[in-house]
């Protein structure tokens, strides 16, 4: 397989695999996000109405997809782990929803309602990627969600983005509980709240986009701390095994490799490529970067 580039620094240097993805002709790759399964398995999240949840092995080798016309604006997607297998859960920024899936697609549970936006004064009509600009007020959920994550207990932590400013928490059995945020700038506010990671000491990492920084919550909603590295809309978060962050910072074409305290390790990239916006790390090290 052809390499590019040597990109990022020390001991969190890689060579680039530009050629990774063997897609077949027929198929029109467009990934919002990407996770990987305990089988090495790379899982897309792709803006194709007919092959939405695109699946490879971990040599680029493409080998099902899934989901057909159930999905109107592919989000986030993340393999966890509930009762020792694999289970696939996704964000549709669109139809408001989350949604349960086995590895092969088939729907286990959904939550949100399709189509329902709460009031956080930005128009029902309005799906722009700007809308978040019009946000006047906190909601419910859900208003053009972004991201979900699982605490130890099985609790959810969803953010609600770019038709609002909140987080949400929801039980283990999905029942509401309750939200925090509001637009803005200052500390625990957001604009854009994109990303979401629940690290080894129970924090909640947000990637806070269009304010350019991550803020660092406890599980009640308390703000901890503000990292503060420079950023440029940070996505999503890929925390591994040792505790280390990479982040695909989307509006620089930027990724950044980060500890849990905030501190950079290595960063690659170029402004010029804008909408870096995935990321996932398989049991080798190797990183897979989603762009649409």
């Excluded at 393999?79 to 408001?96: A, L, P, R, S």
């Excluded at 009031?119 to 978040?132: E, I, K, L, M, R």
């Excluded at 709240?193 to 690290?199: A, C, T, V």
Aim: charged letters at 20%.
């Amino acid at each position: 397989m052809p390499l590019g580039p040597i990109v990022g620094s020390g001991k969190y240097t890689y060579k680039v695999h530009e050629a990774w993805q063997q897609v077949p002709e027929w198929l029109d790759m467009r990934p919002a996000a990407v996770t990987v399964d305990s089988q090495d398995r790379v899982f897309c999240f792709n803006r194709n109405d007919a092959h939405p949840v695109v699946i490879f092995d971990r040599d680029g080798k493409f080998l099902s997809s899934w989901g057909e016309g159930m999905f109107k604006f592919p989000h986030a997607i993340r393999v966890v782990q509930e009762g020792g297998k694999d289970v696939v859960w996704v964000c549709d920024e669109h139809h408001q929803q989350f949604m349960k899936f086995t590895p092969d697609g088939k729907l286990l549970q959904t939550i949100g309602e399709k189509g329902h936006r709460s009031d956080t004064g930005v128009p029902d009509d309005d799906f722009a990627s700007s809308a978040w600009q019009k946000v006047t007020h906190g909601g419910g959920p859900f208003n053009l969600p972004t991201d979900i994550a699982f605490a130890s207990d099985g609790s959810m932590f969803m953010t609600d983005g770019y038709g609002n400013a909140r987080v949400h928490k929801f039980s283990p059995n999905a029942e509401y509980q309750f939200s925090w945020g509001e637009p803005g700038k200052a500390p625990g506010q957001f604009n854009l709240p994109h990303g979401i990671w629940i690290d080894s000491r129970g924090r909640l990492l947000i990637g806070d986009r269009e304010n350019d920084r991550v803020q660092i919550f406890d599980q009640s909603g308390k703000l901890l701390s503000v990292w503060p590295i420079e950023l440029i809309g940070p996505a999503f978060f890929y925390v591994d095994p040792d505790d280390i962050v990479y982040i695909p910072e989307h509006n620089g074409g930027m990724v950044s490799i980060v500890t849990l305290d905030g501190e950079r390790l290595a960063r690659w990239g170029d402004p010029i490529h804008r909408s870096v916006h995935g990321i996932w790390g398989d049991s080798h090290g190797d990183i897979y970067v989603g762009s649409w």
